[in-house]
């Protein structure tokens, strides 16, 4: 009797700690991150609630910029967008990496990571989801398209997508030679390059059979086959590949374009517990599967690929090579600024007749 009202007693304790402790997580993150089935198991595991707002890296650093850095509490912009958004409008904190379980990620990516988001000295993100765009092709139809400026010849005319944002800018001038990342550091020497890709995307226009905003969009224009061929993300292709064998992603020869979504605390953030308890839920490796297998893309995770889908994991191996892999070309932290260059020669591209 004694016994068990002292093992009653230490419950309530328990359970009332939870209760004090427990926070409400508000995340500000990408469709398929945060799974219901993986936000119930977190819920039940650590007491604390989860508020999930789905958001693009565009929206994110608008919904911060105009809170200054509240509102959120966890938020996952690519990591090219950390450290110029940091520079220009304060809206992060440092990340505590003693509050981080480094063991759960691959240390390549959290190396790669800390480098693209270290601002003043300081770190502002880790790894989470990471994937590649590059083309989507209908193989049948548009066989000679294995590079991003491949979409410019005669064979398709009419037939080809892409979107008229940064990546397709990065994509066709790596296809033309350049390097835009290096050109990054300065203004002059970019702003050419950006010259040269503007010249050559108002010549292919008259190929554009429109310019694709959702991803459900160009999905739907591949499996009509009013498109035979696209600028698009690697499991936008896989995703399509389960309905026509002949439509799957192409890693180009100028190389895919690389990106990783990362976890960032916002600056105004108040619930830092819960948000670092999220970062080390999400990353141990049965839950990561569990992302990989709803949001189609693979996370830093050590070891997380284990449990994916073989189905997915045998399409990725079918795009990617190992030279492929190691071509992919990873996106650097954004200056300050860069990015106003980049939409002017958009608007032009546009506007051209």
Not at 13 to 27: F, H, I
Request: negative net charge.
């Amino acid at each position: 009797m004694k016994t068990t009202l002292m093992l009653s007693t230490a419950t309530l304790m328990t359970l009332s700690s939870v209760a004090v402790n427990a926070d409400t997580l508000r995340l500000l993150t990408w469709g398929g991150y945060a799974p219901e089935e993986v936000v119930a198991m977190f819920e039940a595991e650590t007491g604390h609630t989860v508020e999930v707002t789905k958001s693009n890296n565009e929206e994110m650093i608008a919904k911060l910029r105009a809170t200054n850095g509240g509102g959120f509490d966890l938020a996952q912009p690519s990591q090219d967008r950390i450290a110029g958004a940091q520079a220009e409008f304060g809206i992060y904190k440092p990340i505590d990496m003693s509050k981080v379980d480094s063991s759960l990620f691959i240390p390549s990516m959290m190396q790669a990571t800390q480098i693209y988001t270290t601002f003043e000295n300081e770190v502002y993100g880790v790894p989470h989801v990471w994937g590649t765009s590059g083309l989507v092709v209908n193989t049948a139809e548009a066989a000679g398209v294995k590079d991003y400026t491949d979409l410019c010849g005669s064979d398709v005319a009419g037939k080809v997508s892409y979107r008229l944002k940064r990546p397709t800018l990065i994509g066709f001038a790596f296809s033309m030679g350049l390097d835009p990342f290096a050109a990054y550091a300065d203004e002059e020497a970019y702003k050419d390059v950006l010259a040269q890709v503007e010249a050559k995307l108002i010549e292919c226009k008259s190929n554009v059979k429109t310019y694709w905003d959702g991803g459900d969009e160009i999905k739907n224009l591949l499996r009509s086959g009013e498109v035979t061929a696209s600028m698009a993300w690697d499991t936008g292709g896989w995703q399509l590949n389960d309905d026509n064998a002949d439509i799957t992603f192409v890693a180009p020869t100028a190389g895919a374009l690389g990106w990783i979504d990362t976890f960032a605390i916002p600056s105004r953030g108040r619930a830092d517990d819960a948000a670092y308890a999220w970062i080390n839920f999400v990353m141990r490796p049965d839950i990561a599967a569990m992302i990989t297998n709803t949001a189609g893309n693979f996370t830093a995770s050590q070891g997380g690929d284990s449990g994916v889908d073989e189905a997915l994991k045998a399409k990725y191996q079918a795009s990617f090579t190992a030279e492929a892999i190691d071509n992919i070309k990873w996106y650097p932290a954004i200056p300050a600024g860069l990015e106003a260059l980049e939409g002017a020669t958009l608007d032009r591209i546009n506007a051209a007749q």
